[in-house]
């Protein structure tokens, strides 16, 4: 092989590393946002569900804040994922799903208790998404997005946990 081919393999395996090292930090950010968007999309169905369902005033003021905080979140990420187009989840995950058919089954102090206990679990899951993604991702704005967002995520658990130790027993 000449020096000239080598010179031009050597080029051309350059670009197509570089290539395939941006579709995957595309395909990172994408799993962030289609991951991120879809458990907000969860959030605020549980949440909806929480208002019709529940019976304290106390789960009734949380899920609405879950509404207001969560469709913000997402706003903002849909923001982000345009002008990186980058793909938004238009629903919830399976397992959110899954999720939210047994609270559907609920009623009452029940539903409160498993509504708590939902919470508790959906945000433990969200803040170590967004930690994961804070501390290994590549894309510096939806870091930047994930790593402002964790205060919020931190105080929603927070107030889940005190809503679970207020209605009831783990399930």
Do not use: C, W
Request: hydrophobic share 40%; proline share 1%; charged share 30%.
């Amino acid at each position: 092989m000449t020096r000239a081919t080598k010179t031009i393999f050597s080029g051309a395996f350059a670009v197509l590393f570089g290539v395939a090292a941006n579709l995957a930090l595309a395909a990172e950010g994408e799993n962030f946002v289609d991951e991120a968007s879809a458990k907000g999309i969860a959030e605020i169905e549980t949440a909806k569900m929480a208002l019709d369902k529940g019976t304290s005033e106390d789960v009734k003021q949380f899920a609405q804040k879950m509404i207001d905080d969560h469709t913000k979140a997402n706003q903002e990420l849909a923001q982000l994922a345009q002008a990186k187009d980058l793909e938004m989840s238009d629903e919830a995950t399976l397992m959110d799903k899954a999720k939210a058919m047994i609270l559907k089954l609920r009623d009452g102090e029940n539903f409160d208790e498993a509504y708590a206990n939902n919470q508790v679990v959906a945000h433990e899951q969200t803040i170590e998404m967004y930690q994961d993604y804070v501390e290994g991702g590549e894309n510096a704005d939806l870091k930047q997005f994930a790593q402002k967002t964790l205060p919020k995520l931190e105080e929603h658990l927070k107030q889940a946990k005190d809503l679970q130790a207020k209605h009831g027993a783990n399930d």
